[in-house]
């Protein structure tokens, strides 16, 4: 069996550019991938529910309860 990848939650800080694709204040499913990160870039699934790297001062990581990640990947699910 293939062992469940942790989600990782950062919250937008900065949408200069980007008014549609952002919202300031809200949390994004972000996936980690080492070739964005090395270009200071981080792969967001934005309002478009499709995953764009950004630059990544624009978020800050969080940690949620498994509570908190569960419904907020159903809702990203819906």
């Given at each position: 069996m293939k062992?469940?990848?942790?989600?990782?939650?950062?919250v937008?800080?900065?949408?200069?550019?980007?008014?549609?694709?952002?919202?300031?204040?809200?949390l994004y499913r972000f996936i980690p991938d080492e070739?964005?990160?090395?270009e200071g870039l981080i792969r967001v699934?934005?309002?478009?529910?499709?995953?764009?790297a950004f630059?990544?001062?624009?978020?800050?990581p969080i940690s949620v309860p498994t509570v908190v990640e569960k419904a907020l990947l159903a809702a990203s699910h819906s």
């Open positions: 062992k469940k990848e942790p989600a990782h939650f950062v937008c800080l900065d949408n200069e550019g980007y008014p549609a694709s952002l919202e300031i204040g809200k070739k964005a990160e090395a699934f934005d309002e478009s529910g499709e995953d764009y630059d990544a001062d624009r978020f800050h």
